[in-house]
Nanobody
Framework: QLQLVESGGGLAQSGGSLNLSCSTTGFRLDDYAIGWFRQAPGKEREGVSC????????NYEDSVKGRFTISRDNAKNTVYLQMNNLKPEDTGTYFCAASMRATAQAMCRMGTGQGYWGQGTQVTVSS
């Protein structure tokens, strides 16, 4: 059974850092593009950062460029999101998702009714 489990969320101060992990089981990770999405209260889920199955191409939402870095270790079946210089507007529930999307940009545009999703991890950034 294909599963994705997020971890690493928590409370951080503005300017601080968190490193999220997405651990996967039940499928060959290197066959799938992976995306990190977030949902703030009262807002739609948005693609934050995505990476192709090979790891060669990444995509970032404009507000996180230069602050967030996505990476993957297919041997460990894990994808990471390093978040630096956190801001209060980064607060939300962060989800990882898997899909056979061909590009990182397409992955970040994926809707919630497609692909495979984890349960999410909460990130709260205080000012």
């Amino acid at each position: 059974q294909l599963q994705l489990v997020e971890s690493g969320g928590g409370l951080a101060q503005s300017g601080g850092s968190l490193n999220l992990s997405c651990s996967t089981t039940g499928f060959r990770l290197d066959d799938y593009a992976i995306g990190w999405f977030r949902q703030a209260p009262g807002k739609e889920r948005e693609g934050v950062s995505c990476i192709t199955h090979s790891g060669r191409t990444t995509n970032y939402e404009d507000s996180v460029k230069g602050r967030f870095t996505i990476s993957r270790d297919n041997a460990k079946n894990t994808v990471y999101l390093q978040m630096n210089n956190l801001k209060p507007e980064d607060t939300g529930t962060y989800f990882c998702a898997a899909s056979m999307r061909a590009t990182a940009q397409a992955m970040c545009r994926m809707g919630t009714g497609q692909g495979y999703w984890g349960q999410g991890t909460q990130v709260t950034v205080s000012s």
